[in-house]
């Protein structure tokens, strides 16, 4: 005859009834539809669309390439000036392809040497295209990670950054250009920037200037951050560093023809095109070609900066002694960081003396952060996004479209301008733990 079971081997195993009970849990919260709806307004929750999206670019980025003819504007050119350099020319005023001279600093050339190569000196396109995809798949998993660290945008606001972007999916895949491989560093340095590691961050952001140029309207937020962060001292080392690197790539240029260099790469007084303009098509060609305009729209930006860094990046600050010591007593948080950066970024691209259709890429996926900023109503912010992204994709563009695009940067700078949430941003510095 067996033995008794004893009133404790008779009970349920507890690891597995709570196994069950969190299996029914989830069950429930599945199948609630409160549940989605969390997923697609919760900032905290961004993680999983995000998810989604990533996956969804993977073969929307392909069926791109494979659906869509490649639109030749600057490769060829590019390669060719890559090729002088491959063949021993430095001399930066011989160093020209089809559509005129080489006009970008060193990283440029050394970066597209890199594909030359790969693609069997340029020739193979297709390949290039897959290399770009590449590219906007780690652009894209960067900007969520900032996104995700901030947690302010609403997880379905992604889904209209991602599959309504049909300039900036041409931008990368379809045109090759250089601005989506400069601003890939860019946000790589955010990422550093947030994390505090000044010295990758430095670097990166100096070897996207050396890229393309654009990437100093970002400077003035940078020195703002670094100063607010380290001090005066440690700024200056770190701007060191930018510097040197750019003296490193450009050593072979400089010892060839120094001047053409300094000139040809850092030319800030280049002249435009009107016939590409996207912003300024409301306005004269004469006009827009007129020096004076552009000495003009050069003051609005100077001082617009100027009066955003005293009054709202620095506003709780009185002193100088106060600014320089302000590293030792706070930090500043994350989302004043990334702020920082996308609206000096944002200021100069309202003054630009001409937008051309690939420079979109330099601000887009910023205006999310900054619309979602100024607590405007959600679908406001839609609507400024959705005006903007067709002033983009008119082409060629017209007096209607190059107004719109106006009327949506004046409305996002003005809200940022008077914004109580910018203002608070500035005050979510917290206090440096003991």
Not at 148 to 168: D, E, H, Q, S
Not at 182 to 209: D, E, G, K, N, P
Not at 334 to 362: E, K, P
Not at 371 to 398: F, M
Request: proline content about 3%; some cysteine.
């Amino acid at each position: 005859m067996p033995p008794p079971q004893s009133r404790s081997s008779s009970r349920k195993n507890p690891s597995s009834s709570n196994l069950s009970t969190r299996l029914r849990s989830f069950s429930k919260q599945f199948l609630n539809l409160s549940f989605y709806k969390d997923l697609l307004i919760n900032p905290n929750r961004s993680i999983y669309v995000m998810f989604g999206l990533f996956i969804i670019e993977i073969f929307l980025n392909i069926f791109i390439i494979k659906r869509t003819n490649y639109t030749e504007i600057d490769w060829k050119a590019y390669m060719q000036e890559v090729e002088g350099v491959v063949n021993g020319t430095f001399d930066y005023y011989k160093l020209k392809g089809d559509t005129g001279p080489l006009v970008y600093p060193a990283g440029f050339v050394y970066i597209y040497m890199i594909f030359y190569y790969i693609t069997n000196l340029g020739r193979n396109i297709r390949l290039a295209q897959y290399l770009f995809a590449g590219l906007y798949l780690i652009m894209i998993s960067v900007i969520f990670y900032i996104y995700n660290r901030i947690a302010k945008v609403p997880p379905y606001a992604y889904i209209f950054m991602c599959l309504l972007a049909y300039r900036i999916h041409s931008i990368f895949v379809l045109r090759l250009f250089n601005d989506p491989i400069a601003m890939t560093f860019l946000y790589i340095s955010i990422v550093f920037l947030l994390r505090r590691q000044w010295s990758i961050a430095c670097i990166l952001y100096s070897l996207a200037v050396s890229i393309k140029m654009n990437i100093l309207l970002m400077a003035p937020a940078l020195f703002i951050i670094l100063l607010l962060s380290v001090g005066l001292r440690a700024t200056f080392q770190y701007i060191f560093y930018c510097a040197l690197l750019q003296f490193i790539f450009a050593i072979p240029f400089l010892l060839s023809n120094s001047s053409a260099y300094i000139i040809r790469s850092f030319d800030l007084g280049r002249q435009f095109f009107y016939i590409w303009t996207v912003n300024w098509r409301l306005i004269p060609e004469h006009i827009f070609l007129n020096r004076y305009f552009h000495l003009c729209l050069l003051l609005l930006h100077i001082l617009v900066l100027l009066y955003v860094c005293r009054y709202q990046w620095l506003k709780n600050i009185t002193t100088f002694k106060e600014l320089l010591n302000y590293h030792k007593n706070y930090v500043l948080s994350d989302d004043a960081i990334v702020t920082l950066m996308f609206y000096s970024n944002f200021i100069g691209i309202c003054f630009c003396r001409s937008l051309h259709y690939q420079f979109y890429v330099w601000y887009y996926h910023m205006l999310y952060h900054l619309l979602w900023s100024t607590k405007s109503k959600d679908i406001v912010n839609l609507l400024i996004l959705g005006l903007i992204e067709w002033s983009w994709n008119v082409y060629p563009s017209t007096v209607m479209s190059s107004l719109i695009l106006h009327i949506c940067h004046g409305y996002i700078l003005f809200k940022l301008l008077t914004s109580l949430t910018m203002k608070s941003n500035m005050k979510k510095i917290e206090k440096k733990s003991k």
